[in-house]
């Protein structure tokens, strides 16, 4: 995927999100360490989540998730035509849960699942489109989460980045 189409591609997302209502908009800025395999390296993402919607007549709460990511390269061997060295932009959306109200003490964990496009192909992100799972908590200034972004085997190889994240937030 060239820049251009990374550009077409957040400008439809913004457009998209734009759509949303602003009230009760969460912002983060998460940062931490990224592993393929063993090999750690930095990442940062910026991450917008909207108003929650209730998720029929259960118990469960959704909130649309918008994400721009960086994931640094690192230089280990490959025995594929995928290298490590290359850092990856990734623009990604999708949802967050929750479950329960505001008073329960288990509302405050969250699992997201987004789609995510990249900018460029690595060992450990061999396609230009991802999934992205994110296991987290989140307090009103404060997160932490555990993220997984991967092709899910759709192209090999498939290494995939699992990185843990802490964040700052707030609401505008």
């Known amino acids: 995927m060239s820049l251009r189409h990374l550009i077409r591609s957040t400008i439809i997302l913004a457009l998209a999100t734009a759509a949303l209502p602003a009230a009760a908009t969460r912002f983060e800025v998460q940062a931490g360490r990224s592993y393929m395999d063993s090999h750690g390296t930095n990442a940062a993402f910026v991450e917008a989540v909207f108003a929650p919607q209730p998720l029929g007549q259960t118990r469960f709460t959704w909130s649309p998730d918008v994400s721009l990511g960086w994931i640094d390269g690192r230089h280990v061997a490959t025995d594929s035509r995928y290298t490590t060295r290359d850092s990856v932009a990734l623009l ?73 994240l802490v964040g700052v937030a707030f609401d505008i």
């Open 92 to 164: 990604a959306a999708g949802a967050r849960f929750h479950l329960g109200g505001t008073g329960d003490w288990y509302q405050p964990l969250f699992f997201s699942e987004q789609l995510a496009a990249t900018n460029h192909v690595t060992y450990a992100l061999s396609s230009h489109y991802q999934f992205v799972s994110t296991l987290g908590w989140q307090a009103k200034h404060f997160s932490v989460a555990i993220r997984h972004v991967s092709n899910g085997s759709l192209h090999r190889p498939n290494a995939g980045e699992t990185m843990a």
